[in-house]
């Protein structure tokens, strides 16, 4: 996802957590190590690759613990939150986050093979905050979405996880796994909103290295 949500969401803390703005957030899961990745340009809305369900991962090896070293990389130089694989032109069910939740909670990791937990009827809240994709440049659309969402899926070792999440977290987990089975967040908005978000592209310019479509 891209960022612009992430400011906003920190200003209105601003408001009601101004003591907490000296300490660090708290972080949960594991900060990457920035040195081993390398960065490579982000696929853009029309590029095939994003408009179809990825592969399954099957093979757990250093090629896979290679792919999510530059996938963070690639995300933190696009100033983005979260980054599926397919945003970077590789055909494989990874995505990798680090995104604030509602209580200010930093969580970063990765997820391989990722599948959405159906909520319980009692926990369909919808938040209809304002989203941004960094393979839609430049473009921000509110969108309702269910304020909690649980993934599960792999580590890159294969072990089997479990994430949870509420808030602009949630939001995150939902538009990452949407990626990897070839849906962006622009189509699950109304017709008129989508061809909305698509002139905002069109007029803007990403700040960061993208892959031109044919
Ligand atoms: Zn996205």
Redesign the pocket.
């Known amino acids: 996802?891209?960022d612009q949500h992430d400011h906003d969401h920190d200003h209105s803390h601003d408001h009601d957590h101004a003591h907490e703005e000296t300490s660090e957030p708290k972080v949960v899961g594991e900060l990457p190590d920035l040195t081993k990745g390398t960065a490579r340009p982000i696929t853009v809305f029309g590029n095939p690759v994003l408009h179809r369900e990825v592969k399954t991962v099957t093979e757990f090896d250093a090629e896979l613990a290679t792919l999510i070293d530059d996938m963070f990389v690639s995300m933190y130089a696009a100033e983005?939150v979260?980054?599926?694989a397919n945003?970077i032109g590789v055909d494989a069910k990874v995505f990798v986050y680090d995104c604030p939740d509602d209580d200010g909670v930093r969580h970063v990791g990765h997820v391989i093979n990722p599948v959405l937990e159906e909520l319980p009827a009692g926990r369909r809240q919808l938040d209809d905050s304002a989203e941004?994709?960094?393979?839609?440049p430049t473009a921000y659309m509110e969108l309702a979405r269910p304020d909690f969402a649980a993934v599960t899926g792999q580590d890159k070792h294969g072990n089997p996880i479990r994430v949870e999440g509420t808030g602009f977290y949630a939001r995150c987990l939902q538009?990452?796994t949407?990626?990897l089975y070839g849906y962006?967040?622009i189509d699950r908005l109304s017709k008129r909103e989508r061809k909305d978000a698509l002139k905002q592209m069109a007029e803007g310019t990403p700040r960061y290295a993208t892959v031109a479509n044919d």
Request: with cysteine; hydrophobic share 40%.
């Open positions: 996802m891209a983005g979260g980054l599926a945003q941004g994709c960094l393979s839609v538009h990452e949407d990626h962006l967040y």
